[in-house]
């Protein structure tokens, strides 16, 4: 048998042995739980740039039917700093860093000219059927419910929505609130088409995708930040300033700095922070920050 004085001497033994182990376990069990949380941040990061780059390097692709073949930067700044749409969309003349919206003609042969002038909303789509329109199909290929772009080639251009196909006509929605300064010739371009508008959620913390039309969906949560710096040839750099003086082109709610028409290259920033509110901060899981800029070729047809 122990005597007391033994047994003390054990348990005090005991208590500091445990003490040294705990920290160690604690640090373990922190560490386990770090690693997740770093893995998540980049896979995360990695997830929105992707997004962002793949529809950044099609900006401006153009059509393939004359008389409007050729990028669209020939016409309008295919890449702009604020949101286009139906819903939450900017004032022409606002210049945000933490929001883009592209366009692009989209790969269907969907592409010909207008027919007859279109002047307003309520108007409907009459299209050449001699100009690039595949054999058989109903008014140039448009689909009911694609998007669709109508730009002049003098600056002017606007986003709709076929609403459905009548004979060899069609009706649309405009995917835009307010002013729409609404007026094109015959012979104005017309094309399936892509809008994508990528931005910060603030409240939500989230990087969210927008076609300007129904559809507004996170891509990434736990966003810390999002910004979009814009630079011309010679990545020489274009503030946002620049685009909200003038002088002005286009036509309607659509109008837009002529700065933007020399815009080469788009930077990205995006920054994640851990899932785990918990574990945020500089000592526990820092936030990760992925960098990267994407040139169109569309916007850079000379190279």
């Known amino acids: 048998m122990f005597s007391l004085v033994e047994s003390m001497v054990a348990l005090g033994l ?151 196909l009548q004979g060899p006509t069609a009706t649309f929605q405009l995917h835009q609130a307010g002013n729409p300064g609404l007026a094109y010739a015959a012979g104005a371009a017309i094309a399936e088409a892509e809008q994508h508008t990528y931005y910060f959620d603030a409240v939500n913390r989230q990087l969210r995708h927008a076609d300007g039309a129904h559809t507004d969906v996170p891509v990434v949560d736990n966003v810390a930040s999002v910004a979009f710096e814009y630079f011309s040839e010679g990545l020489t750099s274009l503030p946002l300033t620049a685009f909200t003086d003038g002088p002005w082109l286009g036509s309607g709610g659509n109008q837009f700095d002529s700065d933007l028409l020399r815009v080469r290259l788009v930077r990205v920033t995006l920054r994640v922070q851990a899932g785990n509110p918990v574990l945020r901060g500089a000592h526990a899981v820092p936030d990760y920050t992925l960098r990267f800029d994407v040139a169109p070729r569309n916007m850079n047809p000379g190279k």
Do not use: K, Y
């Open 14 to 164: 005991t208590m500091v042995l445990m003490g040294s182990v705990v920290p160690l376990v604690s640090m373990n069990a922190r560490g386990s739980a770090v690693a997740p949380e770093l893995l998540d941040e980049q896979q995360r990061a990695r997830l929105g740039a992707d997004a962002i780059a793949w529809d950044l390097m099609a900006a401006g692709r153009g059509l393939s039917v004359s008389p409007h073949a050729g990028p669209l930067i020939a016409s309008f700044p295919p890449v702009l700093p604020r949101r286009l749409g139906l819903t939450g969309a900017d004032p022409f003349n606002v210049a945000r860093a933490d929001a883009i919206t592209i366009i692009a003609a989209s790969a269907s042969q969907a592409q010909s000219v207008l027919l007859q002038p279109v002047t307003g909303p309520n108007d409907v789509l009459t299209l050449d059927a001699t100009v690039g329109c595949p054999a058989g199909t109903q008014v140039c290929g448009l689909q009911q419910g694609s998007t669709a772009l109508l730009f002049d080639g003098a600056g002017a251009f606007d986003l709709i929505g076929i609403l459905g």
